[in-house]
């Protein structure tokens, strides 16, 4: 609270999570770097998951009637292996690997959309690839909150208009998180400075959520995916160069 330049990262971090909730929070994974530029990236990531939690709620409320209750019921079970997985083995895995390698698959990912999707057959994701994705996403959603892409690259193939895919999108993540808090707590994560900081930046949160749920409805479909996969793209590159540097730095 006394130090000036800790709000002047966090709250671009947390408008920033409100707007991508009202896209369907896609990029919610690079607030917490964008925090971590300020203070220590646990720390970080302590107080913006009940932000993340808020921002849900809000969410929910916005898309509670646009969303794929099918893809849901498939990604749901998958997610939550990987975070119970994920909550055993926290701490003894890099999160920077875990980075590295999440952001080269949704750099793949878009540069395959974009330049060779003539070249293959772009079929729609089948039920096992929506229980395999919906694990990674919980699992590297609870390591390195990072679980955007994995759930992108099952969603996006299947061509829903776009209010349903970002609907579809907030409900999973929500699940997601909400599940989070158990490890999170158990943990010890969650402390008195951490949660009134949270306290103090939530009500933004808010605000961001109506500019994104705003925005989504004001663009057309077509540039809102276009729009998503940059997005994805940029958020990949983000994951490649937070995993490579401690690699470059050690």
């Known amino acids: 609270m006394n130090d000036p330049l800790f709000f002047v990262f966090a709250i671009p971090a947390v408008l920033l999570i409100g707007i991508s909730k009202g896209f369907g929070g896609l990029f919610v994974s690079l607030a917490v770097p964008l925090l971590a530029l300020r203070i220590d990236p646990v720390q970080a990531a302590a ?10 709620l809000v969410a929910l409320a916005q898309f509670r009637k646009s969303f794929n209750r099918h893809h849901i019921k498939i990604m749901v079970p998958g997610a939550l292996v990987g975070i119970a997985l994920a909550s ?16 080269f ?34 699992f590297v959603s609870t390591q390195a909150h990072a ?4 759930m992108a690259i099952y969603l996006f193939p299947q061509r829903m208009d776009k209010v349903t895919l970002a609907g579809t ?19 010890g994560q969650f402390n008195a400075q951490n949660l009134f900081l949270s306290l103090v930046l939530a009500p933004l949160v808010v605000i961001g959520v109506r500019i994104g749920y705003w925005v989504l409805h004001k663009v057309e479909q077509r540039v809102v995916y276009h729009i998503l996969y940059t997005l994805l793209f940029l958020t990949g590159c ?4 937070d995993g490579l540097n401690p690699y470059i730095t050690g």
């Open 238 to 241: 983000k994951l490649v160069v």
């Open 47 to 56: 107080i913006l998951l009940p932000i993340l939690c808020l921002a849900d």
């Open 105 to 138: 698959i949704a750099i793949s990912f878009c540069v395959n959309h974009w330049f060779f999707k003539r070249f293959t057959t772009e079929r729609k994701p089948g039920k096992h690839a929506g229980y395999f994705w919906g694990f990674v996403a919980g």
């Open 147 to 150: 679980g955007g892409p994995p």
């Open 88 to 103: 055993i083995l926290m701490g003894t895995l890099p999160s920077h690997a875990i980075r590295l390698i999440i952001g």
């Open 169 to 187: 999108m907030v409900v999973f993540i929500a699940i997601v998180n909400y599940v989070k808090l158990i490890p999170y707590t158990l943990l």
